[in-house]
């Protein structure tokens, strides 16, 4: 399970109250939820729960640059941080690369402004 994915949708679900709930879900993704400590926060469905075809709704998406990327990376795995004490261990040193990665070029892109 990617811990960028868990993050951020623990974030949507605590910041928004967003609902979420996985349908027909494979099991190596509900241990992945597990092991991040996610799985608790999202709704599982059963085929006999379901009441009709389930719908999707299309989402129109900017592309988005380096910095909002690392920022999301980042927050997500916060997050995770703060979800479950055991997920610093795992997480920190990703933490602490985005963070440095981000402060890098969110300097560049100021030196860049200054001067151009």
Sequence with gaps: ???????TLSRMIGA???AFA???TPQRIL???DDHGVLEQVGLLESDTVPGPPTSTSIDLEPANRSEVLRCCLDAHRALMALKPENVAKF???EGF???ELEKLESTQSTDRVSG
């Design 1 to 7: 399970m990617d811990s960028g994915f868990s993050g």
């Design 16 to 18: 928004g109250g967003v």
């Design 22 to 24: 996985l349908y027909g």
């Design 31 to 33: 241990d992945g939820l």
């Design 92 to 94: 920190e040193t990703v």
């Design 98 to 100: 985005l963070s440095r």
